[in-house]
C-alpha cells in the first residue's frame, strides 16, 4: 500500500551519508555541506490528564509547579516562549493563580510568548474516540480560553504528539475549527522512516474524499515529528532539570560538549525536511517543574550557537508553532507533497513501533483494552448531548407559556452547571490515556467516578426539566418527578398498580423501537396516554449456569414497542391486571437446527453445533451464511516484546472458546420478540433477538425494528492473559492472503467510513492488521454487505476471506513496557457489549447501518413514575402534558443533530448538523447528495399536544466548529436555512425567540 511513499535501500544510504558529512564542521573545521538551518526550539510539557497518577495527583504534584515558574521564567526574558496544551490543567491553574500571576499571564499571551496550541481539555486519543466528543473536549477549551483571553487567541494549529495513531477525522476537526496545521508523531514505523528518507514529513493532509482538497473543510498542512520522538532531543541528555551528572547545563564549563551533541541532533533533523527551518519540540512529560534550570541552559546555547554561524551553520531561536509554520507556509517554490484521500489512514492508524528493535509493537490492544470504561464514556457521552438538547429547547418552548411554567433563572444557572460537570467529565476521559483504557487502575477507578458524578447530575437536570414539561398544563398536583430507578416497576405486582415512563428521544427521527424493562410479572398491559393497549411482549428471565453472570434481578423482562417524536418525548403506561398478558414461552431448541423469523429476517441455527449459521433477508433477498462463533487469543508472554494495555501481541492464531453446542441453548417464542440464550463457558454466553414489527406491510415491510439482528453477548472474568473476539465467518468474497488482497471496512471516531487494507506481509500479521471500530465496520462483495454495529470502541480485523472480527474484551498479566510497569492490564469488569447485525445490498445497508449506530449508542431515557392508585392513563394525560413533540416533522434521513446545546445562559445556543453518508459506502445512493433543510420552519410553532408552547428562531449565524464567533452578521429568523455537503458537518450560533 502506498508503494511510492517506500524509498529505496541505497537511497537511505545516500541520506544516512549526507547527515554524517553535515557533521563535518566538528571534524573539519570550517568545512560545511549543510544549507544554513533555522532552529525553532518549542518548549512544551506533555502533561496527561490521568495515566500513573489521577489528574489532582498531577497537578498537586507537577503541572502547579509547571505553570508557576514557566510565567516567571517567561517575565524574566521576552526571547522566551511556551506553549500550553491541555485545557485542564491549565484551567486548574488559573482558578488557583493569584491576581498577580493572572496580569503576567495575560501579558505574556498579548506579546505571544505564552500560545495556546490545540487548546482542547485534553490530548484527545484518536483510536478510541467519537468525532462529536472530540468536538465537545475542544470547544470547551477554546470557550475558555474565549472568554479569558479573547477570541484572537483560541488556537490556530493542533499538538497531537502523543496518540496511539493518527486518524483522519483530527485532521478534519481542526480544519473546521480553521486551524492553519498541526503536528503528528505516532504512525507506522515503516512509514515514519519513508517519509523521513523521501523528505516528506511536511505535508497536506486532505482525509476525506468527499471533503475537497481545496475547499473550507479539505486539506490542512501536517508536520510529523521524525522518528517518534516528541521528547527528544531533551531526552538525549538535555534534560537540565534533572541529574547534572547525566544532563550537564549549558555553562562555560560543559558549553562544548553540550553545543557539539546538540548539533549532532539538529543536522540529521535538517536533512529530513524540505526547508532549512527545523521544528525542535524541548520538553517531555510534566517537564519544566524547574523551568529555571531548563530555560538559564538553553539560553546559553542558543547564544553560543547563535554567536558561530559559520562553525555550526545553523541559529537558533525561541519559538511557538505560530512562529514556525508562519515562516514554513510563507516560503515560495516548495512543492509540499500531497496526501489525498483515505490511505494515509492506513499508514497512520495502527502506529509501531521499530521494526527492527520491536516487530510486533503495534499499538492495536488499546481499541479494546478497558471495555466497561469505553462503554460508561459512551454511555455519558448521549446521556451529556440528550441533556444539552433538552435544555436548549425546553427553555423557550416553556417560555412561551408564561412566568407560570418557565424555568426560573436560578434554575436555568443550575441545570447548566449540572449539565457542565457532566461535559467535563467526558471530556477528561477523551484523553489519549483515559477511554483508551491505558491508565492504571487508580486512575481508571478516578475517570468512572467522575462520570457517575457528572452522571447523576446531568440526569437530575434531564429529569427536572421533563418534570416542568409535564406540568405545563396541569389541572391538579404537581406531577412526582419522574426517576430511572427501575426497582419502582419490580414492585408492580398488585392489580392496579400502575407507572408511567417518560421516554425522550434525542435523535432528530421519530423513534420506532422495543425497549425493554425489568418487572416481576406478567399480568399486565402496556398503553399509550390515551389508555390504547400498544404492542408489548413479557420474557421470562433465563436462569444461568453462568459463574460470573449476574443473578437475573427479576422474573421476566417486559418489552414494549414505542413510537417517539423527534427530540420529544411519549408517555406509556404499565398496568397490573388480573389476565396474564402477552408472554413469551419458553420452547425446546431442536437439536437438529432451527429457524427463527421476524417475516422481515430468517435466521438460521445450524444442526451440528447450534450456532448462527445464515441470515436471509426476505425483502433485498440477499443472504449470506456466516458461522458467528467466539475465539481467544492467547496472549505472548515469553520474549523481550509481550502484549499489554497498549499492544495487541497474540502468540498465534485465535482458538474456538468451544468446539461443541452450547452448554446451554434456550428459545423463547411470541409475538413481537424471538430470543435464542446459549451458554458457551462459565464466563461467556450471548442472547440473539429478532423484533417483528407489527405495523409491517407489503408495501413497507422493512423498518428500522425489524432489519438487524441483536446479539447481546455476557462476557464475564477470563483466565489471565487472553482475549475474547466475536468472529463471524461468512461467505462473502472479502479477499484472502491467497489472493493478497484482503479488505473490510470501519469507521474513524464514528465519522468518516475508511477502507482497511490487509497487510500480509506485517512483520505481526494478527496484532498488526488491528484497526479502530468506533461504530460499525462491515465486509461487501457485489450485491451483499455484512454490517457489525456495536456500542463502545472496539479493534476489529478481517484476516480471512468472509471473517470479520471485532475483539469484545482482554486480560492481561503481560507488561508492554510502554509505562505501566507493576499494574498490568487485569480487567474483570463483566461486559455486555451488544451489537446489531444487518445483512443487505450495501446500497440498503448504508442508511441502515448509520441509524442503527445512532439507535444503539444515543439510547432513550427513561422517567419512570409511580402513578396513584387507580389513576388511569387518559385522566393522567388530561392532568399533565403526557407528550412533547419540538419538531413538526423528521430531519431528512440523511442530517443527524450532531449538537443541540446552550453552554450558558449569556452565550447563544449552538447547533451542529452531519451529513452522515459518505461515497465509500454508499456510491451512488441518494443519501449521498448534499441536502438542506429550513430548521426554522420544522420546529413546532405549537407542540403536537394540547400545550400552547411554542419555538420560533430568533437570528442565527454560520460559525467554525469550536462555535466560538459568528462569520458574518446575525441573520433574522424565524426561516433558517441548514445547507450540508457529503460527510460535512455545518456549524451555527442561534438565538430562540422568548
Known amino acids: 500500500r502506498a508503494a511510492n511513499m517506500y524509498a529505496s535501500p541505497f537511497l537511505h544510504v545516500v541520506v544516512v551519508m549526507v547527515m554524517l558529512m553535515c557533521m563535518g564542521p566538528f571534524l573539519v573545521p570550517g568545512v560545511s555541506c549543510a544549507p544554513a538551518g533555522r532552529i525553532f526550539v518549542v518548549p512544551h510539557s506533555h502533561d496527561d490528564v490521568g495515566w500513573l497518577q489521577t489528574i489532582d495527583g498531577y497537578y498537586n504534584t507537577k503541572v502547579k509547579y509547571i505553570y508557576d515558574t514557566v510565567v516567571e521564567e517567561l517575565t524574566k526574558n521576552s526571547a522566551r516562549k511556551f506553549i500550553s496544551v491541555e485545557m485542564a490543567y491549565f484551567h486548574m491553574w488559573w482558578t488557583n493563580a493569584t491576581d498577580s500571576q493572572r496580569t503576567q499571564t495575560k501579558k505574556l499571551v498579548e506579546n505571544k510568548q505564552f500560545q495556546f496550541v490545540s487548546g482542547g481539555w485534553v490530548m484527545h486519543d484518536e483510536g478510541c474516540t467519537t468525532f462529536s466528543s472530540g468536538v ?12 479569558t483571553f479573547g477570541a484572537e487567541y483560541v488556537p490556530r494549529h493542533g499538538w497531537q504528539i502523543d496518540p496511539f495513531g493518527a486518524t483522519g477525522a483530527t485532521p478534519t476537526m481542526y480544519k473546521m475549527m480553521n486551524f492553519q496545521a ?76 553540550v553545543s557539539t551533541r546538540w548539533a549532532a541532533q539538529m543536522y540529521p533533523k535538517m536533512a529530513e525536511y524540505r526547508t532549512p527551518n527545523v521544528l525542535v519540540p524541548f520538553g517531555c512529560d510534566f517537564e519544566y517543574w524547574n523551568a529555571s534550570a531548563i530555560y538559564s541552559s538553553m539560553d546559553y546555547l542558543i547564544s553560543y550557537i547563535n554567536a558561530r554561524p559559520s562553525q555550526f551553520n545553523f541559529t537558533m531561536e525561541y519559538a511557538t508553532l505560530s512562529d514556525y509554520f508562519d515562516t514554513v507556509l510563507a516560503l515560495e517554490n516548495v512543492e509540499w507533497p500531497i496526501m489525498q484521500g483515505p490511505d494515509p489512514d492506513v499508514a497512520f492508524m495502527p502506529a509501531s513501533e521499530n521494526y527492527t528493535d520491536s516487530p510486533f509493537a503495534f499499538w492495536t490492544g488499546y481499541f479494546t483494552s478497558r471495555p466497561g470504561l469505553k462503554k460508561h464514556i459512551r454511555d455519558s457521552e448521549a446521556r451529556l448531548r440528550a441533556a444539552d438538547i433538552l435544555y436548549t429547547l425546553a427553555r423557550p418552548a416553556l417560555e412561551a407559556l408564561g412566568p407560570n411554567n418557565s424555568i426560573t433563572e436560578e434554575q436555568q444557572a443550575a441545570y447548566a452547571d449540572q449539565i457542565e460537570s457532566l461535559r ?15 491508565s492504571r487502575f487508580y486512575v481508571v477507578d478516578m475517570y468512572h467516578d467522575d462520570l457517575w458524578a457528572g452522571d447523576d447530575a446531568a440526569t437530575n437536570a434531564t ?7 409535564l406540568n405545563s398544563k396541569k389541572k391538579g398536583a404537581p406531577a412526582p418527578m419522574p426517576t430511572n430507578e427501575t426497582s419502582i416497576l419490580s414492585k408492580l405486582q398488585n392489580d392496579g398498580d400502575s407507572a408511567g415512563i417518560v421516554v425522550y428521544n434525542s435523535l432528530g427521527w421519530t423513534r420506532r423501537e422495543f425497549v425493554s424493562v425489568p418487572v416481576n410479572t406478567n399480568y399486565l398491559s402496556v398503553t399509550d396516554e390515551a389508555g390504547i393497549i400498544i404492542p408489548y411482549q413479557v420474557n421470562p428471565a433465563i436462569s444461568t449456569t453462568m459463574t460470573s453472570d449476574d443473578a437475573p434481578s427479576t422474573k421476566y423482562k417486559l418489552y414494549f414497542m414505542i413510537d417517539v417524536p423527534p427530540l420529544g418525548y411519549k408517555t406509556y403506561f404499565i398496568i397490573v391486571t388480573q389476565t396474564e398478558g402477552i408472554t413469551g414461552q419458553i420452547t425446546p431448541v431442536p437439536r437438529n437446527g432451527f429457524t427463527i423469523t421476524n417475516g422481515a429476517l430468517d435466521v438460521v441455527f445450524d444442526s451440528r453445533r447450534l450456532h448462527m449459521s445464515s441470515v436471509h433477508n426476505h425483502v433485498s433477498n440477499v443472504t449470506i451464511k456466516t458461522d458467528t462463533d467466539y475465539w481467544v487469543y492467547n496472549s505472548l508472554t515469553t520474549g523481550n516484546q509481550q502484549g499489554g494495555a497498549y499492544f495487541f501481541i497474540p502468540d498465534g492464531p485465535a482458538q474456538r472458546v468451544l468446539e461443541t453446542p452450547p452448554k446451554q441453548s434456550v428459545l423463547i417464542e411470541g409475538k413481537f420478540v424471538q430470543e435464542v440464550y446459549q451458554e458457551f463457558a462459565p464466563w461467556l454466553s450471548h442472547t440473539i433477538r429478532l423484533y ?99 456500542d463502545r470502541s472496539e479493534g476489529s480485523s478481517a484476516l480471512e476471506q468472509g471473517q470479520l472480527e471485532l475483539m469484545l474484551h482482554r486480560s492481561l498479566t503481560t507488561d508492554d513496557r510502554q509505562g505501566l510497569s507493576g499494574y498490568p492490564l487485569i480487567d474483570t469488569d463483566i461486559i455486555t457489549p451488544s451489537c446489531r ?27 419512570i413514575t409511580r402513578l396513584p392508585q387507580g389513576t388511569s392513563p387518559s385522566s393522567w394525560s ?16 440523511n442530517l443527524h443533530i450532531m449538537t443541540l446545546s446552550s453552554p450558558d445562559v449569556l452565550h447563544p445556543s449552538v447547533l451542529r448538523v452531519q ?41 442565527y449565524c454560520p460559525t467554525a466548529l469550536n462555535s466560538i464567533a459568528c462569520h458574518s452578521p446575525m441573520v433574522n429568523g424565524p426561516s433558517m436555512i441548514v445547507e450540508v455537503n457529503t460527510t460535512d458537518i455545518m456549524t451555527y450560533l442561534l438565538n430562540f425567540k422568548s
Open 136 to 147: 465537545e473536549q475542544m470547544s470547551k477549551g477554546h470557550k475558555f480560553i474565549a472568554d
Open 424 to 438: 467535563q467529565a467526558v471530556s477528561e476521559t477523551q484523553h489519549h490515556d483515559g477511554v483508551s483504557g491505558t
Open 692 to 790: 417483528t414489527d407489527p405495523m409491517a406491510s407489503s408495501s413497507a415491510p422493512l423498518s428500522e425494528v425489524n432489519n438487524y439482528v441483536e446479539i447481546v453477548p455476557v462476557v464475564g472474568v477470563m483466565a489471565n492473559n487472553t482475549e475474547v473476539v466475536i468472529r463471524h465467518v461468512t461467505d462473502v468474497s472479502s479477499g484472502s492472503p491467497s489472493s493478497g488482497e484482503g479488505v473490510y471496512y470501519s469507521d474513524d471516531n464514528a465519522f468518516q467510513t475508511v477502507r482497511r487494507q490487509i497487510d500480509f506481509n506485517s512483520p505481526s500479521p494478527i496484532g498488526g492488521n488491528y484497526f479502530p471500530s468506533i461504530y460499525r465496520a462491515y465486509i461487501e462483495d457485489k450485491g451483499r454487505r455484512f454490517s457489525h454495529v456495536h
Open 182 to 257: 498541526h503536528v503528528i508523531d505516532r504512525m507506522n514505523w515503516h512509514v515514519n522512516v519513508a517519509l523521513s528518507l523521501n523528505r516528506s514529513l511536511e505535508f497536506y493532509w486532505a482525509p476525506n474524499p468527499d471533503l475537497p482538497a481545496s475547499g473550507p473543510h479539505g486539506k490542512i498542512f501536517t508536520h510529523a515529528i521524525d522518528n517518534h520522538q516528541y521528547c527528544s532531543p531533551m531526552t538525549a541528555h538535555f534534560q537540565w532539570d534533572a541529574s547534572p551528572e547525566t544532563n550537564p547545563p549549558a555553562d562555560p564549563q560543559h558549553i562544548i560538549d
Open 463 to 469: 429529569l427536572s426539566i421533563l418534570a416542568t414539561l
Open 837 to 863: 447485525i444487518i445483512v443487505d445490498t450495501p446500497e440498503g445497508s448504508a442508511l441502515t447501518s448509520r441509524h442503527h449506530s445512532f439507535l444503539l449508542n444515543f439510547q432513550p431515557i427513561l422517567g
Open 878 to 893: 388530561q392532568t399533565y402534558n403526557a407528550s412533547w413533540a419540538p419538531l413538526i416533522e423528521d430531519m431528512p434521513e
Open 915 to 955: 451529513h452522515i453518508c459518505s461515497s465509500i459506502e454508499a456510491a451512488g445512493s441518494a443519501c449521498v447528495k448534499p441536502t438542506n433543510l429550513d430548521w426554522g420552519k420544522i420546529l413546532a410553532s405549537s407542540s403536537s399536544s394540547s400545550s400552547s408552547s411554542s419555538l420560533s428562531i430568533d437570528q
